[in-house]
C-alpha cells in the first residue's frame, strides 16, 4: 500500500495532467451538446456579438448565460480553431475541481487532501466530463470555489474571514453567468450548516458587500438582455427555471422514477473505482442518526455534518426537480471525492500502489481513443468529411431539414448551420425547436452557392417533392450519409409566377 505522505506530488501533479489533456483534441466535435455550446461561441467571434448568444444570424440561444460561450471563444481566439481549443475550458476546470478538493479537504479534514483530490482526479464521471464541451464542468469549478470560500471563512484561520465570503460570492456570480439559478444550490448546505450549528458571526456589513458584489457581476447581463428583447425575463423564469424544475417540458427524466433512473446508475459508476469507499462513507453517517439530533454532537462534528449536507441537500433537489441528466449532479463529486478520502483515512487505508492507479489512468485514456474512433452520427467531424467528399464547390452553409442540426460543422468546416421544417406553426420566440419554414429558407437562400441540405432519407421522398412543388430542383450529392440524404437545390428552368413568391406571401 502507498500511503498519502509517501506519494510523489510531481507524480500525482503529472496524472492528472495527463487525465485532462490526454487525447484531448482527438474525437471531432459530437452533436448535440458539444456542437451547440461551440457554435454558439464561434457565432459570437464571427459577428463580435459576445452580449446576444445565437445559434445562427437569425435564431438566439437563450438557454444559457453567456459565460461558457466567452470561454470557448476565448480559448479559440488563442489557440486556433480546433476541438482542442474548444475543449481547453472544460479540461481547466476539471483540474480546477482537483484543486479545490485538496483545499476544501485540508480544512475539513486535515491529512485526506492528498487521497482527496486524487480520488476525484480519477473517479469516471469528472475524467469523462473533462472532455465534453458543456456548462456543467465550468460550473461544478465555480461552485467548488465559493464552498471552499466558505469553509476558510467558518473552519479556516480567524483571520480575514469577511474576505473569504467576498470570494464566495464572487464565485457563485461566476457561475450564475454560466448556468444561472442552480449555481446558488450551494447555499442550501451553506445555511443548512448555520441552522444547525451556528458559528462565529460576522460583520453584517461583509454580507451586504458580498450581496453587491453578486449583484454587480451576475446581474448586467441579464438586465441588458431583458431589456433588448421584450418577452425574454418572461422565458428565462417560465422556461429555464419553473419548468425545468416542475415539469417535464424538456423530456429529460420526469417520470416519478426518474431520478433513480439517472441518479443511481451515475453515482453507483460515475464514482468508480470508489464506489465502495463511497457506500461505506454513507453507511457509517446513518449508523448513528439519533447522536445528530444532539447540539454538542453536531458542534463537535461540524466538519462532518458540513459534509454530508454538501452531498445529501443538493442531491435531494435533484431528485425532487423533474428535469435530471447524469451532469447535473457532477458538483457534488468534489465532496464526495473528500467523504471517501476521510473514510479511508479513518479505516487506515491509504492509496492503492501507484502502479494500480497508472494502470487505471491508461484504461479511461484507452476509453477516450475508443470514443475518437467510435462510428457514430454525432460526431460533426464525420459530416464535414461526408460533405466536403460530395460537395461540388466550397460550402458555405448546411441546413438541416427536420432532423438534429449537426452544429459542430461551424467548427469543423467554417459553416453556418440551420434547422428547418416542411412547416413551422407560430414558432416559439425564444428556443425554437426549428429556425423557418424549409420554403422560406428556400426563397431567402435562393440558389445560393455553397448551400447543402440534408435530410433523412424516410423523409426524402416528401421533401423533393415539396421543393419541386414550387418550381425548384433538387439534386442529390452523393450516396446517403448514415441514413441521411445530402442534396443541393436547383434553380427553375422556368419561374412559376405566384408559386413560390405567392406561397410565401401568404399570411
Known amino acids: 500500500m502507498l500511503k498519502t505522505g509517501s506519494l510523489r506530488p510531481l507524480l500525482a501533479a503529472l496524472l492528472c495532467l495527463v487525465l485532462a489533456?490526454?487525447?484531448?483534441?482527438?474525437?471531432?466535435?459530437?452533436?448535440?451538446?458539444?456542437?451547440?455550446?461551440?457554435?454558439?461561441?464561434?457565432?459570437?467571434?464571427?459577428?463580435?456579438?459576445?452580449?446576444?448568444?445565437?445559434?445562427?444570424?437569425?435564431?438566439?440561444?437563450?438557454?444559457?448565460?453567456?459565460?461558457?460561450?466567452?470561454?470557448i471563444a476565448s480559448s479559440i481566439?488563442?489557440?486556433?480553431?480546433?476541438?482542442?481549443?474548444?475543449?481547453?475550458?472544460?479540461?481547466?476546470?476539471?483540474?480546477?475541481?482537483?484543486?479545490?478538493?485538496?483545499?476544501s479537504a485540508r480544512r475539513l479534514a486535515k491529512g485526506s487532501e492528498g487521497m482527496a483530490a486524487l480520488v476525484y482526479a480519477t473517479m469516471l464521471l469528472p475524467v469523462g466530463a473533462a472532455q465534453l464541451v458543456t456548462t456543467d464542468f465550468p460550473l461544478a469549478a465555480t461552485q467548488a470555489l465559493a464552498v471552499y470560500a466558505f469553509i476558510e471563512s467558518r473552519f479556516g484561520k480567524p483571520r480575514a474571514p469577511g474576505l473569504w465570503l467576498l470570494?464566495?460570492?464572487?464565485?457563485?456570480?461566476?457561475?450564475?453567468?454560466?448556468?444561472?439559478?442552480?449555481?446558488?444550490?450551494?447555499?442550501?448546505?451553506?445555511?443548512?450548516l448555520g441552522v444547525l450549528v451556528p458559528g462565529?458571526?460576522?460583520?453584517?456589513?461583509?454580507?451586504?458587500?458580498?450581496?453587491?458584489?453578486?449583484?454587480?457581476?451576475?446581474?448586467?447581463?441579464?438586465?441588458?438582455?431583458?431589456?433588448?428583447?421584450?418577452?425574454?425575463?418572461?422565458?428565462?423564469?417560465?422556461?429555464?427555471?419553473?419548468?425545468?424544475?416542475?415539469?417535464?417540458?424538456f423530456r429529460r427524466n420526469g417520470e416519478w422514477y426518474g431520478w433513480l433512473k439517472v441518479y443511481g446508475p451515475t453515482l453507483l459508476l460515475g464514482t468508480l473505482p470508489w464506489t465502495g469507499g463511497l457506500l461505506r462513507w454513507a453507511?457509517?453517517?446513518?449508523?448513528?442518526?439519533?447522536?445528530?439530533?444532539?447540539?454538542?454532537?453536531?458542534?463537535a462534528n461540524a466538519q462532518a455534518l458540513f459534509l454530508a449536507l454538501w452531498i445529501l441537500v443538493p442531491?435531494?433537489?435533484?431528485?425532487?426537480?423533474?428535469?435530471?441528466?447524469?451532469?447535473?449532479?457532477?458538483?457534488l463529486f468534489?465532496?464526495?471525492?473528500?467523504?471517501?478520502?476521510?473514510?479511508?483515512?479513518?479505516q487506515g487505508l491509504g492509496l492503492p500502489d501507484w502502479r494500480w492507479l497508472v494502470l487505471w489512468a491508461a484504461l479511461m485514456l484507452g476509453l477516450r481513443l475508443a470514443a475518437a474512433a467510435f462510428p457514430t452520427h454525432k460526431d460533426a467531424s464525420g459530416w464535414a468529411e461526408a460533405i466536403l467528399a460530395r460537395a461540388s464547390e466550397p460550402v458555405t452553409e448546411v441546413v438541416f431539414v427536420e432532423d438534429m442540426a449537426r452544429y459542430g460543422l461551424n467548427l469543423h468546416l467554417g459553416v453556418e448551420v440551420e434547422r428547418v421544417a416542411r412547416s413551422v406553426d407560430a414558432p416559439a420566440l425564444f428556443g425554437p425547436d426549428f429556425d423557418?419554414?424549409?420554403?422560406?429558407?428556400?426563397?431567402?437562400?435562393?440558389?445560393?452557392?455553397?448551400?447543402?441540405?440534408?435530410?433523412?432519407?424516410?423523409?426524402?421522398?416528401?421533401?423533393e417533392q415539396e421543393i419541386q412543388g414550387y418550381g425548384y430542383g433538387t439534386r442529390e450529392l452523393g450516396t446517403p450519409h448514415r441514413g441521411r440524404v445530402i442534396f443541393e437545390v436547383l434553380a427553375p428552368a422556368i419561374e412559376a409566377p405566384g408559386s413560390l413568391n405567392s406561397a410565401l406571401s401568404e399570411p
Open 334 to 346: 468534489v465532496p464526495i471525492a473528500i467523504a471517501v478520502a476521510i473514510h479511508r483515512r479513518e
Open 77 to 103: 481566439t488563442t489557440f486556433g480553431r480546433s476541438a482542442w481549443a474548444a475543449r481547453l475550458p472544460i479540461a481547466l476546470s476539471y483540474l480546477a475541481c482537483v484543486l479545490l478538493t485538496w483545499l
Open 315 to 331: 442531491l435531494l433537489l435533484f431528485c425532487v426537480a423533474r428535469s435530471r441528466l447524469p451532469l447535473y449532479v457532477l458538483p
Open 283 to 299: 453507511r457509517a453517517l446513518w449508523s448513528t442518526p439519533r447522536s445528530w439530533r444532539q447540539p454538542e454532537f453536531r458542534q
Open 436 to 463: 423557418e419554414p424549409l420554403i422560406r429558407e428556400v426563397q431567402e437562400a435562393g440558389i445560393e452557392h455553397g448551400l447543402v441540405y440534408v435530410t433523412k432519407q424516410a423523409l426524402w421522398p416528401a421533401i
Open 21 to 71: 489533456f490526454g487525447f484531448l483534441g482527438t474525437r471531432g466535435i459530437w452533436d448535440p451538446d458539444e456542437g451547440r455550446y461551440t457554435n454558439v461561441a464561434l457565432t459570437m467571434l464571427a459577428s463580435g456579438d459576445w452580449i446576444n448568444p445565437m445559434r445562427n444570424e437569425d435564431t438566439g440561444h437563450w438557454t444559457k448565460p453567456p459565460l461558457t460561450y466567452w470561454l
Open 200 to 249: 462565529r458571526r460576522l460583520d453584517w456589513r461583509w454580507h451586504v458587500a458580498g450581496g453587491v458584489i453578486f449583484l454587480a457581476l451576475a446581474t448586467p447581463w441579464y438586465v441588458t438582455v431583458v431589456i433588448r428583447h421584450e418577452g425574454l425575463a418572461s422565458y428565462f423564469v417560465g422556461a429555464e427555471l419553473v419548468d425545468r424544475v416542475a415539469t417535464d417540458r
Open 167 to 192: 470570494l464566495m460570492w464572487t464565485a457563485l456570480s461566476a457561475g450564475f453567468m454560466t448556468k444561472g439559478p442552480p449555481a446558488l444550490v450551494p447555499l442550501l448546505p451553506i445555511v443548512g
